[in-house]
């Protein structure tokens, strides 16, 4: 299918809607997912002179390295057109300004200063475009004394103060295993700002500058610990798998290689009935079992006894009995059982699509339903510079001889 | 942004974030709460550290912004108000469980035949529909289906779990996704729709590069404690570092990014004396992560183990700004309140709590607009603290508010 057919085909709730995104990494995709999966025309500006990291991280398609090869990349860049655009080079430049004017938004992730070198920082693009709505977000905000050091996930997480709630007690403190777990955090609310930014120009006729820090936000995910500290100046402690809430509480050993399942009882007749599941009513009578103040005190003998039992088990079995008895329990997923996950199937989570280098491939579909405008994959990952000609021909109206000739002095580098 | 917007918010915890960004962005959004107070007002820790439902340091976080009011829906007279409420709200939001709106004759059948532009949010541990619809949950227990916790801990030990439940934020924040992109199409076209959020699809959303890995390289991605996992298979590579009273975490990575870092950490230990001949004379340029053997990383982890032991991470954090070397000093809750690029961007805000005579401290705002003030308006709302102004607003009388409360409908 030609671009344009496929442009022309897909529908959605932002149809009609273009952005021009200069994204690296993950942060910079996850968050134009949204609007490409529903239907907006988002032109991701890349060049083979500094492909994005994604590009060059394994895994690669029979591990062999290329540029349209990697499954980091491939995995979460569905829907959105790649044009390649060489910015070193000052018709670059004037190409990008050009498409500033025909967007409705301009989307960046890079450390600050980046844009600002190129003439596109928000002050230019307001002279190209008044109504402009541009949205920023870089790893530290695009103000304030660390903007412009280099940031990424691994790094975030800590300095946002995440570790300090994964571990166990006296040990140190560990990642949160999903690398860069910072970067699906400010992509939320960097997109339901958006989507009010432009509701808001739709009324006012005003764009704006948004600017997120992915710090900033990250913190949202830690916040009653946070005020725990304010409140109380309690500085938090890592209590491994237990909660003060519940117990049990933990990560059980099941039968087959690294097999685990969760168990979490709220109440006493939780409790009392995950003893009769497990063959031992005599438990629930056990004064050192009988009230959460009582289990806490003896939580570890009681998580001895729940492994003894859940290490003969499958952890689907240990879900499958104790769910249906209304324990909550579940089974600890590895990235296979999440594509087998019968729950998921049904959430239409992954799309299988087929990419012109790769072949058939998963990609990562959208993370709600919506009953009457769902998410659709339109397109898999863009090989790099794959729609460079239909933006240039087709929505800037650059002449063949023109084209032809930006291309020859290496501009869609 | 959203002034001209009205929510109705019926979430405990496992929704409260959908409201709370909706109503940061300006939204008039009103927490409605059974006759008494939410149920998650009862969930620790409190404000010092006394139950009190008015204290709950979980409420109090994600509430900000919202106005109050308690309402029984489940009563005739609560669920006559309730549809009139609706009325002038373009969303409602709820956590309950799968069919329970339903039940009560409120669902998004309901209510979508009264008004079709009306917008039903709902946020549930695994989804309106499927086989785990009616399963039980918990944080672990989501957070254990989508796949983080299988990759979270030590690689001789068992998965750990976050201790601060994390699916509810992953599927409040995607919940006010969905509400607002429902809204873009309400705005064009008129129409409503149901939002249905999945805790487990949230969480499961953002699994890095776990599940293509898998498919391209049949190989599962474990985890890797302080390691980090799914780099070379020639060696571990370090990823939490001891520091002088704390840690620090830093990845050997390479990329530009990676070279950029490695060099400017070399040069600032050749500082003071702690790099090596064998740092001084690496190519950081064409260092490659994925295929690094352990003699190489034992030369580079030594001196930098070294290096980072003998600084605080108030010193690190500091050396690293101007040097633009990318790495993680581990913040204390202390330190994120003291942080210089926080305070510069004033990231804090005092936030009155007139009827203790107290302020407390708390985020500002998760955007800066150049065309809106998104900072705390107002603190989270006491139980049925609205009630007065929003139902005179809705042209209810005092005589009769009073006979509700009799009722025990409000």
């Known amino acids: 299918m030609s671009v344009a057919k496929d442009i022309a085909r897909r529908e959605g709730v932002f149809k009609g809607l273009t952005i021009l995104a200069f994204c690296w990494a993950v942060v910079g995709p996850l968050t134009m997912k949204f609007f490409a999966d529903h239907g907006a025309t988002v032109i991701r500006v890349e060049t083979t002179k500094r492909p994005c990291t994604m590009r060059t991280s394994a895994p690669y398609k029979d591990n062999k390295p290329g540029l349209n090869r990697g499954g980091y990349f491939n995995y979460f860049n569905a829907n959105i057109l790649s044009l390649s655009l060489n910015m070193q080079k000052p018709e670059g430049v004037e190409i990008a300004k050009r498409l500033v004017k025909t967007c409705d938004v301009v989307m960046e992730n890079y450390t600050p200063g980046v844009v600002e070198k190129w003439g596109l920082g928000y002050e230019d693009l307001k002279k190209l475009r008044p109504d402009v709505i541009m949205l920023r977000q870089s790893g530290y905000g695009s103000s304030g004394p660390y903007a412009n050091l280099p940031a990424f996930g691994m790094v975030l997480v800590p300095i946002a103060g995440l570790p300090n709630f994964i571990g166990w007690p006296g040990k140190e403190p560990l990642p949160v295993g ?151 329990a579940g089974i600890v997923a590895n990235a296979a059982d999440n594509l087998a996950d019968p729950q998921l199937a049904t959430r239409n989570l992954y799309w299988e699509m087929d990419h012109p280098e790769t072949g058939p491939f998963t990609h990562l579909g959208q993370s709600f339903k919506l009953s009457r405008t769902p998410a659709r994959p339109y397109s898999p990952s863009p090989l790099l510079g794959e729609h460079t000609e239909y933006v240039c021909t087709e929505l800037l109206g650059m002449s063949d001889e023109e084209f032809v000739e930006l291309m020859q002095a290496g501009v869609f580098e | 942004m959203l002034e001209h917007l009205r929510a109705l918010d019926l979430t405990d915890d496992q929704g409260f974030l959908a409201g709370k960004i909706l109503a940061d962005l300006g939204a008039d959004v009103i927490k409605i709460e059974p006759p008494g107070g939410d149920p998650s007002r009862a969930l620790g820790p409190f404000w010092g550290d006394k139950p009190d439902p008015e204290k709950s340091l979980w409420w109090l976080a994600y509430n900000s912004n919202k106005r109050g009011i308690t309402l ?52 549930t541990p695994y989804g309106q529909a499927g086989p785990y619809r009616d399963y039980k949950d918990s944080d672990i227990v989501v957070m254990g289906l989508s796949g983080t916790l299988y990759q979270t801990g030590e690689s001789d030990g068992p998965p750990v779990h976050i201790s601060l439940p994390q699916a509810c934020l992953h599927a409040g924040a995607d919940a006010a996704v969905g509400a607002m992109i429902a809204y873009y199409h309400r705005q064009a076209t008129g129409e409503g729709q149901h939002v249905d959020v999945s805790m487990q699809q949230s969480a499961a959303w953002f699994q890095a590069n776990a599940v293509p890995t898998w498919e391209l390289s049949h190989v599962i991605l474990k985890r890797a404690g302080a390691f980090r996992a799914g780099m070379s298979t020639g060696t571990a590579q370090r990823q939490v570092w001891p520091c002088r009273y704390g840690y620090v975490f830093f990845n050997v990575i390479g990329g530009r990014t990676g070279a950029k870092t490695l060099s400017a950490l070399t040069a600032w230990m050749d500082e003071e004396g702690l790099a090596t001949d064998f740092l001084l004379r690496m190519d950081w340029d064409n260092f490659d992560m994925f295929t690094v053997n352990k003699d190489v990383m034992d030369k580079i982890s030594g001196p930098v183990g070294e290096f980072f032991r003998r600084h605080t991470r108030k010193e690190l954090l500091k050396g690293a700004v101007p040097r633009g070397v990318s790495i993680g000093p581990l913040s204390s809750m202390a330190d994120l309140l003291g942080d210089e690029c926080l305070n510069a961007r004033d990231f804090w805000q005092e936030v009155d709590h007139p009827e203790l005579g107290k302020t407390l401290t708390y985020p500002r705002q998760f955007a800066r607009s150049s065309a809106a003030d998104l900072g705390i308006r107002f603190r989270a709302p006491l139980v049925g603290e609205h009630n007065g102004e929003v139902y005179k607003e809705l042209g209810i009388k005092a005589a009769e508010v009073k006979a509700l409360k009799q009722d025990g409908v409000i």
């Not at chain 1, 948004?210 to 938090?236: C, H, K, M, W």
């Not at chain 2, 829906?73 to 549809?83: D, N, R, V």
């Not at chain 2, 009139?84 to 669902?107: N, Q």
Request: with cysteine; aromatic share 8%.
């Open chain 2, 72 to 123: 029984d829906i489940e009563s005739p007279a609560g669920k006559e108000i309730f549809l009139e409420l609706a009325a002038t709200a373009a969303f409602v939001i709820e956590s309950f469980p799968p069919g329970y709106l339903d039940g009560l004759g409120l669902g998004y059948d309901a209510l979508s035949r009264r008004d079709k532009g009306i917008i039903l949010v709902s946020i």
């Open chain 1, 178 to 328: 999903v690398s860069a777990y910072t970067d699906c955090i400010s992509p939320r609310f960097a997109t339901a700002s958006l989507i009010a930014a432009l509701d808001y120009r739709r009324r006012t006729g005003k764009g704006q500058l948004l600017d997120f820090s992915q710090f900033e936000t990250a913190i949202y995910f830690i916040l009653p610990g946070v005020l725990d500290y304010v409140a109380n100046g309690r500085e938090p402690e890592r209590i491994g798998n237990a909660s003060p809430d519940a117990c049990p509480h933990g990560v059980y050993p099941c039968r087959g290689d690294d097999r685990w399942c969760t168990i979490a009882a709220a109440t006493d007749e939780e409790w009392q009935t995950l003893c009769g599941e497990m063959g031992r009513p005599e438990l629930a009578g056990d004064a050192r079992f009988k009230t959460l103040a009582d289990r806490k005190k003896n939580e570890d003998a009681l998580n001895e006894i729940i492994a003894r039992w859940t290490k003969e088990r499958t952890p689907e079995a240990v879900m499958r009995q104790l769910q249906a008895a209304g324990v909550a």
